[in-house]
């Protein structure tokens, strides 16, 4: 069964630092876009960036570049999302989702979201 | 920056069809997505690169694309379909992707 599994809630306080991941299993994590969306609670979904794990080539909202760092080890099949700074805005369900069908923007599979409160 | 515009909600019966447009510059270019999200739930891909249908979606589910408007159509709506739809899709530059701000589909 082809899976995303994300880490479990955060509780920050402003200023701290954060990593979350997004772990693939059953299929071949190297070859396949792994996208982050951002839901602010009641709102509506922001894409975050994009990265591509076999080679690391990344795309990110310019909103959130700067901001956030996105990064993948495909020795470990996993993706992340990080944060050196967090801020009050940063409170969110953070979603990893993977691209299928050829299409970087088709995200096919999603993880179960991790839940950022700062 | 770039923007999809949709409607913030749109109500039918069961049983009719329901049809959510989406509109942007660089539609008439760029492909577009289309996401459910039902409450509580992580979004699911329902209609990819305009028209099609990923493996597991009911068939009730189609989209279209004309000019600058996507529109996802919902035949013989079904209680189970009630969430929120969200389309997804570049800039004409294809840096900036982006998802409209959601439609709320009620089904009375």
């Known amino acids: 069964e082809v899976q995303l599994v994300q880490s479990g809630a955060e509780l920050k306080k402003p200023g701290d630092s954060l990593k979350i991941s997004c772990t693939g299993s059953?299929?071949?994590?190297?070859?396949?876009?792994i996208g982050w969306v951002r839901q602010r609670p009641g709102k509506g979904l922001e894409w975050i960036g994009i990265?591509?794990?076999?080679?690391?080539?990344?795309k990110y909202n310019p909103s959130f570049q700067g901001h956030v760092t996105i990064s993948a080890d495909k020795s470990l099949k996993t993706a992340y999302l990080q944060w050196s700074s967090l801020r009050a805005s940063d409170t969110a369900m953070y979603y990893c989702?993977?691209?299928?069908?050829?299409?970087?923007?088709?995200?096919?599979?999603w993880g179960q979201g991790t839940m950022v409160t700062v | 920056s770039y923007e999809l515009t949709q409607p913030p909600s749109v109500s039918v019966s069961p049983g009719q069809t329901a049809r959510i447009t989406c509109v942007g510059d660089?539609?008439?270019?760029?492909?577009g997505h289309w996401y459910q999200q039902r409450s509580g739930q992580a979004p699911v891909l329902v209609i990819y690169?305009?028209?099609k249908r990923p493996s597991g979606i009911p068939e009730r589910f189609s989209g279209s694309s004309s000019g600058t408007m996507a529109t996802l159509t919902i035949s013989a709506v079904q209680v189970e379909d009630e969430a929120d739809y969200y389309c997804?899709?570049?800039?004409?530059?294809?840096?900036?992707?982006?998802f409209g701000g959601g439609t709320k589909l009620s089904v009375l």
């Open positions: 989702a993977r691209q299928d069908y050829g299409d970087p923007d088709a995200f096919n599979v």
């Open positions: 059953g299929y071949s994590f190297s070859t396949h876009w």
């Open positions: 990265v591509f794990p076999a080679d690391s080539d990344l």
């Open positions: 660089a539609l008439p270019k760029k492909y």
């Open positions: 690169e305009d028209t």
């Open positions: 997804f899709s570049a800039d004409s530059d294809g840096i900036q992707r982006v």
